[in-house]
């Protein structure tokens, strides 16, 4: 697989003659952002306090391998979406033309904005320049943006969230004034033409452009368009309060074939709308100010682990809720958009599990649904995927090509919304915690590991810490800590929730032991050099699933069988192709377990982190365990059935598997059946 798609990269290089973009994005420009002094913005009274702030776009720079996955993206369809996809293309009627003028514009900017100006790619930027001046020189004299032949709010909240990066990004002078008109058009037309379907459900995210805007303009209106907001849009926390859609949710309960696809039932059970609504509460606490709303997310996360949760760290959503199965899938969209949620919710809340659940998500699931080369990917994903090929099985409600890896397998949302999930969690590493209305106790935050460089200010003084990691294939995190002058501030360290025994030094001298699911808080007056090392526990561990399965993890990362992979092309699609993918090899593995659960014997090999860090050829940690094949757990129309309830008996020879990272495997077992001792 590995050399057919670095052929059809080079090809794609020489069609397009952009051979030498990878040296055109310079690997250290990163003064280019920060010479306009940028101070992280808090919520403005009457407004609660978050915990954490996200630092203003652009003062968390990647480096290392998520640098290098972040280049993989842009030489990958993201660079390049608006020359093979009619939606994003010319004609996009965000680019004023007669063509897609609904979300598909919107979402690609939500996520070529960050990584363009993440990787200071020129011609990257240029392209997403083209759609902001279009939108920011074709607003109506009463105020709306966008495409005049499609009024639904719904893009426009996508716009929104564009429009607040590229701000960050940029300072450009037009986009508060533009923000506002358009705001104060909304809140004038909203009592008479309300929120309907995707936008009466997905609110929560135009609320985040709206505190946004407020904490920079303080206009009383905004708050009172967050209430109208609220009051016209869906209560999630209602939902999760009591919730009832435990059960895999059928296209005969939302009466898909009697039009109940845009109804209030197949929109609440439908999977990205849970995915963005795990923000819902924490973002609406800002004004409410009621703990309950606060901790809304993770009420809403532990339902949806409970009847939906999969070892990826995704609920199943193929594209309804569907159950715990590790057959089912998850669609693209909800990982983005759950990434994003869970980012939001670790600032406002500052609950480190949010965090893990983060990591897990951008290291398993993200990475596993994208082909190595970013060049196609999947609707659904399934952790127990052993065929990838045109079946109706076992989805709710989506069509065949569903986990095919392609251009725009089933439906097109995914192919233009995929491109936030990196960047943003490129983004997402550090945060400001603000303990007091002043700056007087501002500190930071690493609330998610990746190799990455900060440049933000803290009272007045310029603070630079570099982190260097291989995380998350190795143990130990370094960071060095330079203010431009000595400073004492406080350091906040997320500790999972999975790492008891996490020791952290500095400059060589031991802290006290922190506690596993919480910041560990390091306060001191720090001087340029200053060094923390920060050393995860990485022993492997078994969690259980469905069924009393079991899957294997190691740090934030989860392990599978990766079954042989034949790749068939269906067919051509413009600068990519849509591929299906055929098992090569026995897939229905049981493993051996002591009675406490704990794998008999797990041993590890690390090596190398190569140029694609998610790839199955030259893995960086890989995993061996005993197994037998288990004979009755077969696979029908290319799904694996349902696994067999744990303990199974086998009696076939003992063998000893390896298992790699679940992304790097693309057919896989992640939840295996345990073996009776
Ligand atoms: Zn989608």
Not at 102 to 124: K, V
Not at 345 to 351: E, R, S, Y
Request: proline share 7%; glycine share 8%.
């Amino acid at each position: 697989m590995t050399d057919r798609f670095s052929t059809t990269r080079r090809r794609f290089l020489q069609q397009s003659g952009l051979a030498g973009i990878a040296c055109a994005l310079p690997a250290n420009n990163l003064f280019a952002l920060t010479d306009r002094p940028v101070i992280t913005v808090k919520n403005r009274a009457p407004l609660y306090a978050s915990a954490f702030y996200p630092l203003p776009l652009g003062q968390i720079r990647p480096a290392g391998w998520l640098r290098r996955q972040l280049e993989i993206q842009a030489l990958g369809l993201t660079g390049h979406l608006d020359e093979t996809w009619p939606d994003v293309g010319p004609n996009s009627g965000w680019l004023g033309g007669k063509g897609e003028s609904w979300e598909r514009g919107p979402y690609y900017l939500d996520g070529l904005i960050p990584l363009a100006w993440l990787l200071d790619g020129a011609t990257l930027k240029a392209k997403a320049q083209r759609y902001i001046e279009w939108i920011l020189t074709h607003q109506a004299t009463n105020g709306m943006i966008g495409p005049s032949s499609n009024d639904d709010w719904w893009p426009r909240i996508v716009a929104l969230k564009a429009l607040t990066q590229y701000q960050e990004l940029t300072g450009d002078p037009r986009v508060v004034p533009l923000m506002d008109r358009y705001f104060r058009c909304q809140f004038t037309e909203l009592p008479r033409r309300p929120l309907r379907d995707w936008g009466k459900f997905r609110w929560q995210d135009e609320l985040l452009s709206v505190i946004w805007l407020y904490n920079r303009t303080g206009a009383p209106y905004l708050l009172d368009l967050g209430r109208l907001l609220h009051q016209q849009g869906y209560d999630w926390v209602a939902q999760y309060a009591n919730f009832q859609y435990t059960q895999k949710i059928t296209a005969e309960f939302i009466k898909l074939n009697e039009g109940g696809g845009l109804k209030d039932l197949a929109l609440a059970t439908h999977g990205v709308n849970n995915g963005q609504a795990v923000k819902t509460g924490p973002m609406w606490s800002l004004v409410s100010g009621l703990d309950s709303d606060r901790k809304a997310a993770a009420q809403m996360i532990a339902d949806l682990d409970k009847y939906h949760g999969l070892p990826n760290g995704m609920f199943s959503c193929d594209e309804h809720l569907s159950g715990r199965d590790p057959s089912q899938g998850s669609e693209l969209c909800t990982v983005v958009e759950y990434m994003f949620s869970l980012e939001r919710v670790l600032a406002i809340t500052g609950d480190a599990a949010f965090g893990d659940r983060l990591e897990r998500l951008a290291f398993n699931a993200l990475p596993g649904t994208l082909t190595d080369d970013m060049w196609a990917h999947q609707y659904n994903q399934e952790p127990n995927q052993v065929e990838c090929s045109l079946h109706h099985k076992p989805w709710v409600s989506d069509g065949p090509e569903s986990n095919l890896f392609g251009l725009e397998p089933n439906f097109g949302c995914c192919t233009a919304n995929y491109h936030q999930g990196w960047p943003k969690f490129a983004g997402s590493l550090f945060f400001l915690s603000g303990e007091s209305e002043s700056d007087s106790r501002d500190g930071l935050v690493a609330a998610a590991y990746a190799p990455c460089e900060v440049r933000t200010t803290l009272r007045g003084t310029a603070v630079h810490i570099v982190e260097e990691t291989e995380y998350p294939f190795r143990a130990k995190v370094q960071l060095t800590v330079n203010p431009a002058a000595p400073l004492e501030f406080s350091l906040q360290l997320r500790i999972p929730g999975w790492a008891a025994g996490t020791t952290i030094a500095v400059n060589g001298r031991r802290e006290p032991d922190p506690t596993a699911g919480s910041f560990a808080r390091v306060e001191r007056l720090w001087k340029s050099g200053d060094r923390v090392e920060i050393t995860f526990p990485m022993q492997p561990r078994v969690s259980r699933w469905f069924n009393d399965s079991v899957a294997v993890e190691r740090g934030p990362l989860v392990f599978s069988y990766p079954v042989g992979e034949s790749w068939v092309k269906l067919r051509d699609r413009g600068m990519t192709a849509d591929w299906q993918v055929y098992p090569t090899t026995a897939w229905n593995y049981g493993l051996q377990m002591k009675s406490d659960g704990a794998s008999d014997s797990i041993s590890v090999t690390e090596s190398a982190v190569s140029d694609v860090p998610f790839a199955r050829k030259n893995p960086p940690v890989q995993l061996r365990v005993k197994a037998r094949k288990v004979p009755e757990w077969r696979a029908e129309d290319g799904v694996a059935n349902a696994l067999p309830q744990s303990p199974v008996e086998s009696h076939e020879a003992v063998e000893e598997i390896t298992l790699i990272p679940y992304a790097a495997a693309k057919l896989r077992i992640t939840a295996f059946p345990v073996l009776k001792a």
